[in-house]
């Protein structure tokens, strides 16, 4: 199955973007996405969380956030992975599908700068941003998404604190493994 991050979804009446967090008892860093997603400039979006029958305290963190452009989706059994991810691109109203990892983080300019790449065109079905895979160094900014797991290819091909272009991003999503959601 192919992961795609930047999922087109013709449907001008609703919000530019949908950013989906797949979860399971990731807890300890869930919050830190959320908030990454809610601290973004660009307000038009809705988040969606589906969380996937955690045994943790994800539904206790998620009822403490206070936003009306988060909905919460506790399944009552988990469907693995894809199948929550699928939920939630079927749930998206946007434009656009941001599959945002429960352990990652967002720069607070993400969608605006993604919006402002692709504009009103039409043709435009995957979007790629460079990622940032290690400790986030201070001072980075940029069209930057900071990874606290190493990405899903040979770590041999990656050095501790590197940036990968937003078209190698790209090219790693089509060509191999599913890569690093949500910098494509």
């Not at 434009?95 to 043709?123: A, K, N, T, Y």
């Not at 940032?132 to 900071?146: A, C, N, W």
């Amino acid at each position: 199955v192919c992961n795609p991050v930047l999922l087109h979804i013709s449907m001008s009446q609703y919000p530019y973007f949908t950013i989906g967090i797949p979860t399971y008892n990731r807890v300890a860093f869930l919050r830190e996405a959320i908030n990454s997603a809610l601290s973004q400039t660009n307000p038009d979006f809705e988040l969606i969380i589906s969380d996937n029958a955690s045994t943790d305290d994800t539904p206790a963190v998620v009822a403490s956030i206070k936003d009306d452009r988060l909905r919460y989706v506790r399944q009552p059994a988990n469907l693995g992975a894809v199948k929550n991810i699928n939920f939630l691109i079927n749930e998206a109203r946007g434009r656009f599908f941001v599959l945002h990892q429960d352990d990652d983080l967002l720069h607070p300019e993400f969608l605006f700068r993604c919006q402002q790449g692709v504009g009103e065109r039409s043709d435009v079905s995957l979007f790629a941003t460079g990622v940032y895979s290690g400790s986030k160094p201070e001072g980075v900014l940029g069209e930057t998404i900071y990874l606290r797991d190493p990405p899903w290819f040979p770590v041999s091909r990656l050095q501790t604190a590197t940036e990968i272009s937003g078209v190698d991003a790209a090219v790693m999503q089509l060509f191999s493994l599913p890569f690093v959601p949500p910098g494509v």
